[in-house]
C-alpha cells in the first residue's frame, strides 16, 4: 500500500513547545488561592503508629491544616483495595506518608512538618520476597483476606501472599520424566526505580463536597478518576482529572501513586488547590518501585533441542500495598517460557507485601523478570545440549501454528522471530569475536523476547474527531505523551486516515477527563494500536458523513462519491469536485438552509476477545496482542578490574509496520540503555533499618552519554499483524525487556562464568573469574 | 529567616528582589519570574536539568545561592530565541530527534549554548563532557549526542 505520512519519520509535533521551554507539566502550574503542601514520612519500615501530636506545627507559620491519617477509612485501589491515603494505625514501608502539613508555601509546610511529634512501636521489618513468603515472616496486613478485590485476586491467610497466579499447560512432571536433559538455575532481578526526570506530582482542589479537581503527572487520568470516585462516593462525572506533559512514565506514573493522598488532604480545606511535589528522594522512597523478582526456572529437553517442560516460579517483593503489583504477577505467568513453545509449563507467580515502597508497573511488566530466567536458561541449556543457542532458539520459536504457555495460538500476523534472529545474528556475528588479549576477555550475546500488554479484557481507547471551518482537524485522544512519541505517530495515522497533510490534523495536547475521549490507560506500549484504531474509525465516520452530506448536496449516489481529503470527486463525472471543508459546520447553501451534519465523530477500540485468565489454571484468551523479538549484546570484560564494557546493543523487533523511523529508533535505544542500566548499573538497597540507603543520583547511577556503546543496532521486521493500525503493533517497552540476559550471555561467553543476579558486580565478577581460572590450573 | 535585597538580570530585564538566604537561583527564576523552562528533577546538581547560562557560564540553578547571584546576568531557555524563532540548538534538537519527554531538554540546550558560545569549534571530547553533566531517561543519549553535532555544525554555518 502507497502512503503518504506512515513509515515517515515526521518530525515531533511536541518539540517546538519543549525546546522552547514552554511546555507545561505539572509542576510549573500555579493556580489562584493555591497551598503547598509537605508530607512528614516514616522512619521505620515497620511499625506501630502509638501516637500523632500535631499541635505544634499547626502553629507554625503560614500552616493552614494538618491532616494525619487517624479517624480515615478510606482503603483504595483498582484491584485490591489495601491502602490508604495516609497511615492509619501502622506504617508498612520507610518513606509511608504519616501527615501533610498544608501551607501558604512550601517551605513554610517543610518547616511545620519538622515539629510533628510521632511516637512509633517498631515492629520486625521484610524486604526480601523469600524472606517474607517464609511462614514465620512478619505479617504486614493483618486483614489480608479482608480487603474488597475483584475476582482472580487470590491471598492466602495470615501469610504476606495477597496474590498467586498459577499458570498450567499439559502436565510438566509427565515433561520432565520424558525429558533427556534438564536444568535448573535461581534468579534475581533487584528492585528499580523508573527515575523520571520529572518527579511526582499532584493538584487538588475541591470545589463542592461531591467535585473535585486534580492536575497530575499521571499515565492514567482515567484510572485517578476512577479510584477517587470510589474513596468519596462522589459522581465521577464531578472528577475532573488534567494530565498535562508528562516527564516520563515507565510506568511509575500508571495506576495510581500520589493522587488519592492529595485528593484526601486537600479535602480539608475546600476551595484552595493544594499542590505537592515530591522531592527526588521521595521519587525514589514514597512513590512507586519495579521489578524485585527473586526466581527459580526448571526446563527440561530432548537430546535435539525440543524443548518439553518448564517449571517456574517468581517470588515478587512487591511493597507495601498490592493494588498495583498484583498484575504484573499474573503478566509474568503468561511469558515465563520466553518466546518458545514447550508442551508442558507449571508456572506459580507470587505476589508478596514487603516492606518497601509499592511496586508497580516499569517498562515491561513482568516481561523484563521472566526474560531474565527464560534467555539465560537457555543460552545454559544449549552449552549442556552442545547445540548453538541460536539453533536451539529456532527449534523452539513461538510461530504461525505453535501454542504459547496460555494455551493461545500464534498467528502468522503476531510476527517473525526467525527474521528477527537473523538480523541479530547478522549484527553480531557478522565477523570473528575478538581474540581474548592482555586487558580483556570478548563475548557475544543473544535473547528472545515477546510482550503482551496487560489490560482489562474492555480497556479502550477512544477518539474525538472535529473538523474545522478551514478543512483542518482537531483529534483529540487520552493517550498521554510522556516521551514515546504518541502525539506524532497519532498525527501520522489521522493524516493518512484522513488523507491530508499532517499541517492540517492537531493533535490535543494534554488530556482533560471531561472533554477527552475515554482511554483505560497509557500502559503496555498499546497506544498506537488501540488509539490508532480509535483514530481509524472516527476518520471513517468522518469520511461517512462527508460523503452523505456531498451526496444530499450535488444529489449523486454516495457509492459515486470518491474522498480526496480537502475534495470530494465523482467516480461518473470527471468535471465534479468539492471542497470538503464546506461541510465543517454542516452546508450552507446559497439560499441560506443547512444541509447535513457538522463533521464531528468518535471512534474506539478495544482488543475484542480478550478475557480474564481462567480460574484455577489461568491462560485462556487472556492477551490481546503480541510482538516479538530479538536482542544482542557483544562485551568486553576487565582482567585487571572484572568490569563490564558493552561495546555494541542490538534489538530487531517486528513490530508489524514502520509508522515513524525516527521516534521508533529513540524507542528501541532509549529501552535498551534502560535494559543495559538494570543490567550493569542499577539496583534499590537497603539499610538495616529498612531505608532505602541509594535515594539519590549520586547513589542510584543511571546511564549517562559515557555509557551508551560504540555501536548501535536497531533492525526493524514488518510482518503487518492484520489487527493493528496499517499492520502496525506495539513496541515501547520492549527494547528494555531482554538486554540484560542478552548482556549476561555475553559476559558468559567472555570469561564463562554464569550469573544468576543483575546489576554485574565487578569486584564479584573478577573473583568468580579467579576462582575458575584456579580451578583449572 | 534572614534575606537579602539583590539585583539580577534575566534574559535582559532587570529584577530588584527581596530574597531569603537559602533561595536558589532555580526558585527565584521558576517561583518567581515564572520562567518554568527551567526544570527541576533533583535539587543537588547530580541532573543538569535546571542549567541556565550566568554570566556566560553554564551553572545548574538549583545549586546557587543569593550571594553569587546578586548583580548577575542571566539566561534561561525562554530568552534564547526571540518570538517565535529557534535558536539553531533548539533547531538542531527538534531535527535530530532528540526530544522524547521533554525534561531535560532545557538544561542540554542551555550548556551546549554555553560550550559553543565561548568555543564554537569544541572537540568531540569537549562536547561530550558537557553532556556528561546531564541525565535523560528516555532517548539512550544517540539523538541527543546527534544534534550537539549538528547544532555544532549549524552555528559553524556548515
Not at chain 1, 479535602?267 to 527473586?294: N, Q, Y
Not at chain 1, 504461525?400 to 553480531?428: F, M, P
Not at chain 1, 538495616?688 to 552519554?705: A, D, H, M, V
Request: aromatic share 8%; net charge negative; hydrophobic share 35%.
Amino acid at each position: 500500500m502507497d502512503n503518504k505520512h506512515i513509515g515517515k519519520s515526521l518530525l515531533r509535533t511536541d518539540a517546538y513547545e519543549k525546546v522552547k521551554g514552554q511546555a507545561t507539566y505539572v509542576a510549573d502550574i500555579k493556580l489562584p488561592g493555591m497551598l503547598h503542601a509537605k508530607i512528614l514520612r516514616s522512619e521505620y519500615a515497620h511499625a506501630r503508629i502509638i501516637s500523632i501530636d500535631t499541635s505544634e506545627a499547626e502553629n507554625m507559620p503560614g500552616v493552614r491544616k494538618v491532616v494525619t491519617g487517624q479517624d480515615c477509612k478510606i482503603l483504595f485501589g483498582a484491584c485490591i483495595k489495601d491502602q490508604p491515603p495516609l497511615a492509619v494505625d501502622k506504617v508498612r514501608h520507610a518513606g509511608e506518608g504519616v501527615a501533610a502539613v498544608i501551607a501558604e508555601t512550601e517551605r513554610q509546610a517543610e518547616e511545620a512538618t519538622k515539629k510533628i511529634r510521632v511516637e512509633y512501636k517498631p515492629l520486625p521489618f521484610v524486604t526480601d520476597p523469600l524472606e517474607a513468603f517464609k511462614k514465620n515472616a512478619p505479617v504486614i496486613h493483618e486483614r489480608n483476606i479482608e480487603y474488597n478485590r475483584v475476582s482472580g485476586f487470590n491471598p492466602k491467610e495470615g501469610t504476606n501472599i495477597f496474590h498467586h497466579y498459577k499458570q498450567i499447560k499439559g502436565d510438566a512432571e509427565i515433561g520432565f520424566n520424558e525429558s533427556d536433559v534438564i536444568v535448573e538455575e535461581e534468579f534475581f532481578y533487584p528492585l528499580l526505580s523508573h527515575v523520571q526526570m520529572e518527579p511526582h506530582g499532584c493538584i487538588a482542589c475541591w470545589d463542592s463536597e461531591d467535585s473535585v479537581r486534580i492536575w497530575a503527572s499521571t499515565q492514567a487520568p482515567f484510572i485517578v478518576r476512577e479510584i477517587v470516585g470510589h474513596m468519596f462516593c462522589i459522581p465521577f462525572s464531578n472528577i475532573i482529572v488534567n494530565a498535562p506533559y508528562l516527564g516520563g512514565g515507565f510506568g511509575g506514573k500508571s495506576d495510581v501513586s500520589i493522587e488519592p493522598m492529595v485528593a484526601y488532604i486537600s479535602r480539608f480545606v475546600p476551595h484552595h488547590p493544594v499542590r505537592l511535589i515530591l522531592t527526588r528522594k521521595e521519587a525514589f522512597t514514597s512513590s512507586l518501585l519495579g521489578r524485585g523478582m527473586k526466581g527459580r526456572i526448571k526446563v527440561g529437553a530432548k537430546k535435539d533441542g525440543k524443548l518439553i517442560a518448564l517449571k517456574a516460579s517468581f517470588y515478587y517483593s512487591d511493597g507495601a500495598y498490592g493494588d498495583t503489583g498484583c498484575n504484573v504477577v499474573t503478566a509474568t505467568g503468561f511469558v515465563a517460557t520466553g518466546p518458545y513453545e514447550y508442551e508442558h509449563c507449571d508456572i506459580d507467580c507470587y505476589g508478596l507485601y514487603t516492606n518497601t515502597p509499592p511496586v508497580g508497573a516499569y517498562r515491561g511488566y513482568g516481561h523484563p523478570e521472566a526474560h531474565l530466567m527464560s534467555e539465560r536458561i537457555m543460552n545454559i541449556l544449549a552449552r549442556k545440549l552442545n547445540i548453538p543457542q541460536a539453533e536451539l532458539m529456532r527449534k523452539n520459536f513461538l510461530s504461525d501454528g505453535k501454542t504459547n504457555a496460555v494455551g493461545q495460538i500464534i498467528r502468522k500476523g503476531n510476527g517473525d522471530l526467525h527474521k528477527c534472529l537473523d538480523e541479530i545474528e547478522s549484527a553480531l556475528f557478522n565477523k570473528p569475536k575478538p581474540a581474548e588479549d592482555e586487558n580483556y576477555y570478548y563475548g557475544r550475546g543473544i535473547a528472545g523476547f515477546m510482550k503482551t500488554p496487560m489490560m482489562l479484557p474492555n480497556a479502550s481507547s477512544g477518539a474525538i474527531i472535529k473538523m474545522c471551518e478551514d478543512g483542518t482537524f482537531n483529534v483529540s485522544i487520552s493517550g498521554i505523551e510522556m516521551g514515546q512519541g504518541c502525539q506524532t505517530a497519532m498525527t501520522q495515522i489521522a493524516a493518512e486516515a484522513l488523507m491530508l497533510p499532517t499541517e492540517k490534523i492537531r493533535i490535543s495536547k494534554e488530556v482533560d477527563t471531561q472533554f477527552s475521549p475515554y482511554e483505560w490507560q497509557t500502559v503496555g506500549s498499546i497506544t498506537t494500536l488501540r488509539a490508532g484504531n480509535a483514530i481509524l474509525q472516527a476518520a471513517e465516520r468522518a469520511i461517512q458523513k462527508i460523503k452523505e452530506s456531498v451526496a444530499m448536496i450535488a444529489h449523486k449516489p454516495v457509492e459515486d462519491l470518491k474522498y480526496e481529503g480537502e475534495w470530494m470527486y465523482s467516480k461518473s463525472d470527471k468535471n465534479f469536485a468539492f471542497e470538503t471543508k464546506l461541510l465543517a459546520l454542516s452546508f450552507l447553501s446559497p439560499d441560506g438552509h443547512g444541509v447535513g451534519e457538522p463533521i464531528e465523530t468518535t471512534g474506539h477500540y478495544y482488543i475484542p476477545g480478550v478475557k480474564f485468565p481462567a480460574p484455577e489454571i489461568g491462560g485462556g484468551d487472556c492477551c490481546g496482542s503480541w510482538t516479538f523479538g530479538c536482542e544482542g549484546a557483544e562485551v568486553k570484560v576487565s582482567k585487571k578490574t572484572g568490569e563490564v564494557t558493552v561495546t555494541h546493543l542490538a534489538i530487531a523487533i517486528d513490530l508489524g509496520r514502520l509508522i515513524n523511523p525516527m521516534g521508533a529508533r529513540v524507542q528501541m535505544v532509549g529501552g535498551m540503555m534502560m535494559g543495559y542500566g538494570a543490567a550493569l548499573m542499577e539496583e534499590i538497597l537497603f539499610n538495616e533499618k529498612g531505608f532505602i540507603k541509594n535515594s539519590n543520583y549520586n547513589q542510584y547511577k543511571i546511564p549517562r552519554l559515557s555509557d551508551l556503546p560504540e555501536k548501535l543496532t536497531v533492525k526493524f521486521v514488518e510482518t503487518p499483524d492484520e489487527t493493528g493500525p496499517f499492520g502496525a503493533r506495539c513496541i515501547a517497552e520492549h527494547p528494555a525487556i531482554s538486554i540484560p540476559p542478552a548482556i549476561l550471555n555475553a559476559i558468559q561467553d567472555a570469561t564463562e562464568i554464569d550469573l544468576f543476579e543483575i546489576p554485574v558486580k565487578p569486584k564479584e565478577l573478577l573473583a568468580k573469574i579467579g576462582g575458575a581460572n584456579n580451578g583449572n590450573n | 529567616m534572614a534575606t537579602t535585597n539583590i539585583t539580577l538580570v534575566v534574559n535582559g530585564i532587570k529584577h530588584e528582589l527581596t530574597v531569603d538566604d537559602k533561595e536558589t537561583l532555580m526558585q527565584v527564576l521558576r517561583d518567581r519570574l515564572h520562567l518554568t523552562g527551567t526544570k527541576n528533577a533533583c535539587s543537588y546538581g547530580a541532573c543538569g536539568a535546571c542549567t541556565v547560562v550566568m554570566d556566560n557560564e553554564a551553572v545548574k540553578s538549583c545549586l546557587i545561592k543569593p550571594a553569587k547571584y546578586d548583580g548577575k546576568t542571566v539566561l534561561t531557555i525562554e530568552g534564547l530565541s526571540d518570538g517565535f524563532d529557534l535558536h539553531p540548538i533548539q533547531q538542531a534538537f527538534i531535527q535530530a530527534g532528540a526530544v522524547q519527554c521533554g525534561y531535560c531538554t532545557p538544561g542540554y540546550i542551555m550548556s551546549l549554548y554555553a560550550l559553543f558560545n565561548k568555543n564554537l569549534n569544541a572537540t568531540d571530547e569537549e562536547i561530550k563532557e558537557v553532556l556528561e553533566e546531564h541525565i535523560c531517561r528516555c532517548t539512550g543519549y544517540e539523538f541527543i549526542w546527534d544534534a550537539a553535532k549538528l547544532a555544532q555544525k549549524m552555528l559553524q554555518g556548515k
